[in-house]
């Protein structure tokens, strides 16, 4: 019901026409606002937000950031946050991925130094999602960081969207039987599939992904896509204060849901309103939810073989230097 209302609030579908608002109304379908997400969210009414989704600067000194000492870069989220919080409906989430700020080899995971914004505001945490992913900057004085988090909050009461079915994933043993009880001989497995726990892991977009453009840390939409189906309904607002290139807009109109964010950069902002037109007519490639991760050995690929290991040894071998491994004490 409220998809088709969307649709007829858009333009024709194959129009040259931009069906993407540069300002928030909450009759449009998609907005991309050109600025500071502040005055994005001055312009949205309170509660009219199902989801906030974001990801922010992590004051890195990244091309789009301007490296703040740590107090003002948490007094300015605060801000931001405080406003996200205002737009929430009351049934809403939002949803803050993030991962650590580095100064000079010194790590602050920026999710706890930000977990105290968010209660203060009276929300409570759902879950802290774990993102894994396997590139990244190779660090010689400590471990490469392969994950960052998404931590989600609702508002104190049980009644927040949370929609498991749309987001299960395979079972890992679906032929599996109760074995006793009044059940015994039925499959035990949810043949809708499992839970996807709360470890993600997800490609993260580097240059051979479908979705990469020029921005240096883009959303897998995959990723956020997972967090729209499961925490909004047709129709609802998703908002994402730190656009970028637009994925987690992108994320919420591909499955029927209204999207709006702001972006400071001009040009990532042109670049968003144009992937979101894209996204509105089925012609912006991603890569589908679901998708098995590339496994380059399975796939043949010859890089996957040492040049340095002169007797490479065969699965077999392997399996009996485990042997061993197993008796010696
Ligand atoms: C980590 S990136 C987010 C990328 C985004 N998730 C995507 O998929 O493209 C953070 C973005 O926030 C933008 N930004 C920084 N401060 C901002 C502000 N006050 N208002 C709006 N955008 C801002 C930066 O230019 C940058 O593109």
Redesign the pocket.
Known sequence: MKQKQIQKSGTASGSTQSRVSDHFSVNAVAVAFS????DLLREIPDKAIQLVV?????NIG?E??RKLDLDTYIAQQAE?IRECSRVLSDTGSICW?VGNHVDKGKIVPLDAVLYPIFRDLGLVMRNRIVWHFEHGLHCSRRLSGRYETIIWFTRDTKDYVFNLDPIRVPQKYPGKKHFKGPKAGEYSCNPLGKNPGDVWDIPNVKSNHVEK?E?P???PVELIERLVLSMTHEGDWVL?????????VVAAVRHGRRGAG????KR?AEI?RDRIDLAMSGKLPVRPMGRPKYDPQAAGNKLTQSPWDSDAKTDAQLRLLQAVADYEV
Do not use: R, W
Not at 35 to 38: D, K, Q, R
């Open positions: 600025g500071n997400c502040l974001t990801s922010p600067p992590y990244k789009y950031e931001i991925q453009t921005h840390c883009q959303f994402d204060p730190f656009m970028g290139v637009g994925s987690a702001a972006e400071i950069v990532y968003a």
